[in-house]
């Protein structure tokens, strides 16, 4: 592989401005975050008079220590129906990857420190996504929950996807992957499918509280009176209904026989090992792209100068360098995994097309792992681009990319319109992850 040579100018007004706008939209994003943070916190010392953990109390206490969480749709919901301020973005779940007795897992936690933890449609749609993240990837699922469950002002919005929800976990069951469940507080309703769908549950002593109608419901329905222990606490379904796999005597208890369960599952000697570090890190910091990627989105680039920041060595081969120039296509590796790379220096053209349906499907016969960087105004149009057959190449390359069965990863790095965002994979298409 050649070895790309870096054309930026990282001293120059042009690079230090770049740096600084894409700085202030980061910290737009993180501010956006840390409301939600705050907002949690608030709630500190009520959950502290219950003898129960914040929910990012009870994430941490699972993660493995000095381990990394890869947070997953933070901000889903921003101001979106009932969140007015964006105090309550996340839609009431916090999710992302992370390891738990040395295995990838995906976590989810109800965020019951804002809201009750319950559910909007955004936050709704978040779990559908978080569970074809963990199918397509086999990665299990512990779910840390106390939930009041679906937002009842958005009933008709999420009666369908929660019941696909319910599917999926039946799913993910059969298809081996693991679903652990710890039940921290509420899970009422159709919020207790959730645990009663998961593969293990552990019950917290005290605060587990598991039923299909509470107390007062119950009251109304069939004039029976009963406390919701005596409904659904957790001796009750450790004891009697069998419901609870475990029983833990509190919150860090309960966390603590979740990092049991999976550990006890071995899961790492059912998936391939990574070995040892053997590869050599990019010769341009990945710090730069803050200054590399224009933050004029309609000033172009070559995404040459970000593949040398993210390629180890900084290691190419160009496919196809001579046939169309604004479509970028070849082969890297990243922390030593082989990958084929699809970029955009412009519009995509009839011949761009061509070249990355060819590209594509040679990754796919060979199962490297594809990586799409987006940076395009949509397929070439006018009376030359029809002529070049736009339509019968550009649709080529979206059956490329949509037969494709190796792991796809799009990110977004500049404009992504149109029917040209179908062609990078963009999320119709189903990749993996899509990040921007």
């Known amino acids: 592989m050649a ?38 916190e608030q709630a500190k010392e009520k959950f502290r008079k219950r003898g129960k953990l914040l929910p990012r109390e009870r994430l941490n206490l699972l993660l493995d220590a000095g381990s990394n969480f890869l947070e997953l749709c933070s901000l889903a919901g921003h101001k979106m129906h009932d969140d007015k301020d964006g105090s309550g973005a996340g839609g009431g779940i916090i999710a992302g ?33 978080i569970q074809e993240i963990a199918r397509t990837n086999k990665l299990p699922i512990i779910t840390l929950a106390e939930s009041g469950g679906a937002n009842l002002q958005y009933a008709t919005d999420v009666f369908v996807p929660g019941a696909q929800a319910f599917a999926n976990q039946a799913r993910l069951s059969a298809a081996g992957i693991p679903q652990i469940t710890v039940v921290h ?3 009422t309703a159709g919020g207790a499918y ?6 293990f549950i552990i019950a917290v002593r005290g605060k587990t509280k598991m039923f299909l109608a509470g107390p007062p419901l119950l009251k109304a329905a069939t004039g029976e009176v009963a406390t919701d222990e005596e409904l659904g606490g957790a001796e009750l379904h450790a004891y009697e209904a069998g419901t609870a796999d475990y029983l833990a005597e509190d919150d860090a208890d309960g966390v603590r ?39 004029d989105s309609k000033k172009p680039y070559d995404v040459r100068e970000v593949v040398a920041r993210i390629a180890d060595g900084s290691e190419f081969q160009d496919f196809k360098p001579e046939f169309d120039i604004q479509t970028v296509c070849g082969f890297i590796k990243i922390a030593g995994h082989a990958v084929g790379i699809i970029g955009n220096n412009g519009p ?8 990355a349906a060819q590209f594509i499907q040679l990754c796919d016969q060979n199962q490297v792992s594809l990586l799409f960087l987006h940076n395009t105004t949509g397929f070439m ?12 190449h550009g649709s080529k390359m979206l059956q490329a990319v949509a037969n ?4 796809k990863i799009s990110i977004v790095i500049g404009g992504s319109y149109g029917a040209g965002n179908y062609a990078m994979c963009g999320r119709g298409l189903d990749p993996r992850f899509i990040f921007a």
């Open 97 to 129: 990857i992370g390891y738990v007795a040395g295995s990838r897992c995906l976590i989810q936690v109800n965020n019951s420190a804002i809201k009750g933890g319950t559910i909007s449609p955004a936050g709704l749609d978040k779990t559908l996504r």
């Open 3 to 40: 070895v790309l040579s870096s054309g930026i100018e990282t001293s120059s007004e042009e690079f230090s401005q770049n740096c600084a706008a894409m700085q202030i939209a980061i910290d737009e994003f993180r501010r956006a975050e840390e409301k939600v943070l705050a907002k949690a």
């Open 257 to 295: 026989i979740a990092r049991d369960v999976m550990r006890g599952l071995s899961w790492n000697d059912q998936i391939a090992q990574r070995t040892e570090k053997n590869y050599d890190e990019p010769l341009y910091s990945a710090e730069e792209l803050l200054g590399v990627v224009p933050c």
């Open 404 to 407: 494709a069965r190796v792991p």
């Open 185 to 187: 507080g509420n899970a």
């Open 348 to 355: 995509i053209t009839a011949k761009g097309a061509n070249k």
């Open 381 to 392: 149009v006018g009376t030359d681009a029809e002529k070049s057959g736009i339509i019968k």
């Open 194 to 199: 959730q645990p009663g769908l998961s593969d």
